[in-house]
Each structure stands twice: as structure tokens, then as C-alpha cells.
């Protein structure tokens, strides 16, 4: 089973990331844009997609922090190390759920226009 949740510790609390599906909906509702587009194959995420994306992963883990609270607590460090683990997450989540279906997901194929 992949794993879902990484434990990260700020400011001397520990804080739960979990990535699931409900992840990018916090994104898109939070940035008004397509998760897929700024994520995927290529795409160049801006900084505040990156931050969003961490933000949302914390409050999945149950974190109650702000946007605006996460960043004042996260350095560069911080944020080049949790968006390396969410990815990972995500990835790991992406190939579990293709490993148990035996395909690609529909959700891997690009819109069509």
C-alpha cells in the first residue's frame, strides 16, 4: 500500500500531509485554476501554486492554519522539502490506484477540446 501521510514538524509541532483527491479540490477552489494544468506533464507551477498545494496537503492532515499563517512559518528549505514529499505522495497515490485497477486513469489523459 502506498503510503498517504508524512508526518513534518514546525516551529516544534508536528503537522500530518495527506495527500487524496481532496488535495487538489482545495487547490482549485482555492486558486480558481486547473490542477492538472499547473502540475502536470511540463507544466511550471508558479509559487504560490506550490504554497497552495502544501497548504492544502496540511489541511487534509487536519491543520487548521491559514495560506497566510503556513507561509510566515515556512523558509525555502521548508517549502522546496514538504512540495518534494506531496509530489511523492501524489505520485505514489497516482501509481496505487493504477496498480489496482490495471489501467490508466482517465484522470491521466488530457482534456479534449
Known amino acids: 500500500m502506498a503510503q498517504k501521510t ?39 507551477p508558479s509559487l504560490v501554486d506550490i504554497l497552495t498545494l502544501v497548504w492544502a496537503a496540511f489541511r487534509n492532515g487536519g491543520c487548521t492554519l491559514t495560506l497566510d499563517e503556513l507561509a510566515d ?4 528549505k521548508d517549502l522546496n522539502d514538504l512540495s518534494s514529499k506531496i509530489m511523492k505522495l501524489a505520485e505514489d497515490n497516482s501509481t496505487k490506484e493504477q496498480g489496482e485497477k490495471g489501467g490508466s486513469s482517465p484522470l491521466e489523459q488530457k482534456p479534449q477540446n
Open 73 to 76: 512559518k515556512l523558509n525555502d
Open 6 to 44: 508524512v508526518v513534518c514538524k514546525l516551529d516544534g509541532k508536528e503537522y500530518t500531509l495527506k495527500f487524496s483527491m481532496r488535495v487538489p479540490l482545495l487547490w482549485e477552489q482555492s486558486t480558481g485554476k486547473n490542477y492538472f494544468e499547473a502540475f502536470g506533464v511540463g507544466a511550471k
